[in-house]
């Protein structure tokens, strides 16, 4: 497992290089430019002298080497300084973004945590719902559970989730008025009464963030615990005497669980991505919302980052998924 987890890691950095000269190319040769929002009284040289003061001037090749630099030594450099108060780093050798000339790295941690309270507590409160729904669904297959399961299982992930969320403020916030139908991201958690409107706020967007991904998730644990029990092994274990509880909750569970790992972790870096639909519904100032008005304002810089950080996400994550492979089943062996 350890030489097996070595060579993957040292697999990922050429994939990881690849992957940001493909996404570098992409968007550095996508039409746009950052002086065409400038009015037009400004002139030409202006521009070109802006354009060079962003790095513009420079070959393209030149251009992708700095942002390797800045994106892999400078930044980390700039995080460690921060943590340990010493100077490692240069403030002027950073990745800047061109619509509020501030370090993009600073500007992503400034929108992280609103995205990982609600983004990634959905992911959390799906993930532990779907997997004991799964479980009685398929141990109880055709019940009443089962059927009902299924059906907000299929509602849940078939219906958009800008539909839900829209329909969840028209409710709880228009007819209702429990709940608050904007995310206020300047709120502070400093007493009992700012954590309730904390909790308030919160309580929407992770619904229906928390619905899609149990919808999902429930569903893979349903088949994989059905693709189980029928199997030798289980006969076996049931022909010794063993209890129900322990055949299916410790030997079918454990060899149900490989498939749904994948969905899973591979879903953990969509949480840093943020929900894009969602963070626009509510309002949310997190990383969904933050790539597209960088998008829209073409601040390249910002996409080229987001975008690289998300498949280094998938990269990291895609490993972790096939370490627990080995861990859960112990058939898998990668020697």
Known sequence: MFVYTIRRSLIAIPTLLVISLILFLLLDLAPGDPTAQLPLTIPHDVKERIRESLGLGEPIHVR????????????????????TGWDLADDRQRVISWQSRSPVVDI???RLPQTLWVVGLSYVIGVLIAIPVGI?????????????????????FSIPTYFTGILLILVFSVQLGWLPSLYDTTLRVTDWQSFLAQLRQMIMPVSVLALYNAAQI???????????????????????????RIVVL?????????????????????????????????????????????IQANDLPMVQTLAFIFA????????????????????????
């Open 64 to 83: 992708y080497a700095l942002w390797l630099v800045q994106f892999f030594v400078n930044e980390p450099l700039h995080l460690l300084s921060e943590l």
């Open 108 to 110: 992503v941690m400034e």
């Open 136 to 156: 009685v669904s398929a141990y109880r297959q055709y019940s009443w559970f089962d059927q009902v399961g299924t059906f907000v299982s299929m509602v849940g």
């Open 218 to 244: 429930s569903r893979f644990m349903r088949a994989s615990i059905l693709d189980n029990l029928n199997l030798d092994y289980v006969r076996t274990a049931r022909a010794k005497g063993l209890h129900e």
């Open 250 to 294: 410790v030997h079918v569970l454990r060899n149900s669980l490989a498939p749904v790992v994948t969905v899973v972790a591979l879903g953990v870096p969509g949480v840093f991505g943020g929900a894009i639909i969602t963070e626009q519904v509510f309002k949310v100032n997190g990383l969904g919302q933050l790539l597209i008005i960088s």
């Open 312 to 335: 280094v996400l998938i990269v990291i994550f895609n490993l972790v998924a096939d370490i627990l492979y080995g861990l859960l089943d112990p058939r898998i062996r990668y020697d």
